[in-house]
């Protein structure tokens, strides 16, 4: 039984976290001739679309100017853009900060108290002039030529929402670039899934959805979630813009890391459930392939750890040879992640060893979010 416990939650470690993307490199590879070929005869359209950039806020007064002249350096025809910023309640000098930009593209809107950032997200969306709704926050950064590259793909009018391409400058410190390493995996998937049609998430951080196909969103839900699940829902097509590139900062501090994840978890394992139709194979074999796969699957991955790690290491004494591979192993990755912590803690120089300690620590702020997701908690505002 340990031996079948632990070979089970090493090899459904290896698909997730490794496997997954293998299989889909392959079945982008078979499908490449005719992607190309239905890429070809879709109408194009010669018109590019008004746009709102919706920059969702609160207290963000060191930096909503910035932020908001990046947006208005990018390359876009100036009479189709409009930034709209939407203050959640703010308490400190934002609101008046935005009021002062001199440009007219530029509008303010608050309601009327503290709602938490999706329900400020819906009451805005009504009020955007836009065709398409550019979703970001402000600590993002686009680069000169992201509005071109995250509006282009709407020509295609199977397109109903973009995934922009969001890179992470990393800070100093192994949480970081660990966390660097799997992010760059997860850009991969969603290239492939792109490709393959069956792409179903997004980065709430740049992310563009045709404002017909908007629907109000649950409050304790984000738009990460739920915008790129409508879209597939109503027939549409979600794909990654791998030129829409889009940059942000990642937590180096593991409270913060730890609590990021378990806030995500919480509220997307909460928000897909909600379509148990995309979920069903019978009727969206490859976007229900891809949701177990890319998400649901993940957020237990700390299910499958614990079986590896425990069965494993309680093996060892009555195994040997290739049958008690995953328990040595296990035993290895143990000793790398308590080292990992150690070197996190005390500032130690030791190369490459913050993975096995970073895996461990994402896969707990899972455990944590997936256990209060079915408990019942829910998260509206946060900072």
């Known amino acids: 039984m340990m031996v079948a416990l632990s070979w089970f939650g090493f090899l459904m470690l290896v698909y997730l976290y490794g496997g997954y993307v293998v299989l889909l490199k392959g079945l982008a590879m078979i499908k490449r001739g005719d992607a190309e070929t239905a890429s070809d005869e879709a109408e194009l359209s010669d018109v590019w679309p008004t746009v709102t950039v919706l920059i969702t806020v609160y207290n963000e007064e060191e930096k909503i100017a910035e932020r908001v002249a990046n947006v208005l350096s990018c390359?876009?025809?100036?009479?189709?853009?409009?930034?709209?910023v939407a203050s959640d309640g703010s308490t400190d000098t934002t609101d008046e900060r935005v009021r002062a930009i001199s440009d007219e593209r530029v509008r303010l809107f608050r309601p009327h108290h503290r709602v938490g950032k999706t329900d400020t997200q819906n009451k805005a969306v009504a009020e955007a002039r836009g065709e398409i709704i550019v979703f970001t926050d402000a600590e993002t950064v686009f680069a000169p030529?992201?509005?071109?590259?995250?509006?282009?793909?709407?020509?295609?009018?199977?397109?109903?929402?973009?995934?922009?391409?969001?890179?992470?400058?990393?800070?100093p410190g192994t949480i970081s670039k660990s966390q660097g390493f799997y992010w760059a995996q997860e850009l991969k998937i969603r290239t492939l899934e792109s490709r393959?049609?069956?792409?179903?998430v997004g980065s709430g951080a740049c992310?563009?959805?045709r404002k017909k196909l908007f629907r109000p969103m649950v409050a304790t839900v984000g738009e990460d979630c739920l915008i790129p699940l409508n879209v597939v829902r109503q027939g549409y097509r979600m794909v990654h813009a791998g030129e829409a590139m889009a940059y942000d900062c990642m937590p180096s501090d593991p409270h913060r890391e730890f609590r990021t994840r378990v806030r995500m978890t919480l509220r997307n394992w909460q928000g897909t459930w909600m379509y148990p139709d995309l979920l069903n194979p019978m009727r969206h074999p490859g976007?229900?392939?891809?949701?177990?796969s890319h998400k649901?699957?993940?957020?237990l991955s700390p299910l499958f750890l614990?079986?590896?790690?425990?069965?494993?290491?309680?093996?060892l004494p009555l195994e040997n040879g290739v049958v008690a591979f995953p328990g040595w192993f296990a035993l290895v990755f143990v000793i790398a992640a308590i080292l990992g912590w150690f070197s996190q803690r005390f500032y130690l120089p030791i190369p490459k060893i913050g993975?096995?300690?970073s895996f461990c620590l994402a896969n707990a702020g899972l455990l944590v979010g997936v256990v209060q997701a079915l408990i019942g908690s829910r998260i509206t505002t946060y900072r």
Do not use: K, Q, S
Not at 75 to 84: A, D, F, S
């Open 287 to 292: 976007i229900a392939f891809a949701l177990w």
């Open 296 to 299: 649901v699957l993940r957020w």
């Open 196 to 200: 393959l049609g069956w792409l179903a």
């Open 145 to 171: 030529d992201f509005m071109n590259a995250i509006v282009r793909p709407f020509r295609d009018p199977r397109i109903g929402g973009v995934d922009g391409h969001l890179l992470f400058e990393v800070e």
């Open 207 to 209: 992310l563009a959805v």
């Open 355 to 357: 993975m096995a300690y």
């Open 306 to 315: 614990l079986l590896w790690v425990g069965a494993g290491v309680e093996m």
């Open 75 to 84: 390359c876009y025809t100036n009479n189709l853009l409009e930034v709209l």
